[in-house]
């Protein structure tokens, strides 16, 4: 069974400092690797992907994938209030167009 | 701007009584998802289809349908309403077409059933 998995936090950082959220999968066939961002009674919002090995970087986020260690994790620098959210990571592989989610992990930025 | 909405948003109904949530995209994306998220759960996926007249079971499919006749619509229908069937429901798109897999979700329905 494919398993997607992240500490579910909560992840507590300061304003200005760098957040850094993890994601491990346990399928070795995976190739697609999402991050979401679903505010309290929100619907999740697609922040990041990343097919390739390496780091991804748009704006203040930035995406590293490491296949070889089956990891995924997504970096948010200069972290402000409003990224506090929950953070969900998800993996496809095989050319299936399904994605197994992880339960996601809490973050909050303090003033 | 291409979207793609839920209606309702929020819905009381009793138990076993039918109930259709709708989905409704302008993405014109060959794949539709119905997600339901509960505490302690994450997302759970029902039904999915990547195509007009193609429907597939996920997870969590018993208790609901889904059927697709047009590429825009993916209304999914809740046959006997249970009280397990309380939850936020999510419908997500995605285009389907290569290797493009991210998906897009929707607003969202918190339905309850009493």
């Known amino acids: 069974q494919k398993e997607v998995e992240q500490n579910s936090g909560p992840l507590s950082v300061p304003e200005g400092a760098i957040a850094s959220l993890n994601c491990t999968y346990s399928d070795r066939g995976s190739q697609s690797f999402f991050w979401y961002r679903q505010y309290s009674g929100k619907s999740p919002e697609l922040i990041m992907f990343?097919?390739?090995?390496g780091d991804k970087e748009d704006g203040r986020f930035t995406a590293q994938l490491n296949k070889a260690s089956q990891y995924v994790s997504l970096l948010i620098r200069d972290s402000q209030p409003s990224d506090s959210a929950t953070y969900l990571c998800?993996?496809?592989?095989?050319?299936?167009?399904?994605?197994?989610f992880g339960r996601g992990t809490s973050l909050i930025v303090h003033p | 701007d291409a979207e793609i909405t839920q209606s309702p948003r929020h819905k009381i109904t009793e138990t076993g009584r039918q109930v259709t949530l709708a989905c409704h995209q302008t993405w014109n994306h060959n794949n539709m998802f119905w997600y339901r998220q509960d505490l302690g759960h994450g997302l759970r996926l029902i039904h999915y289809?990547?195509?007009?007249?193609?429907?597939n079971k996920g997870e969590v499919s018993d208790g609901y349908s889904v059927s697709r006749s047009n590429t825009e619509d993916l209304p999914l229908t809740l046959e006997s309403a249970a009280s397990s069937q309380t939850s936020v429901y999510f419908c997500?798109?995605?285009?389907?077409?290569?290797?493009?897999?991210?998906?897009?979700f929707g607003p969202g329905t918190r339905l309850t059933v009493t």
């Open positions: 990343i097919y390739s090995n």
């Open positions: 997500a798109s995605s285009e389907g077409l290569g290797d493009s897999y991210e998906q897009y």
């Open positions: 998800a993996v496809t592989s095989g050319g299936s167009y399904i994605p197994t």
């Open positions: 289809s990547y195509g007009v007249h193609d429907t």
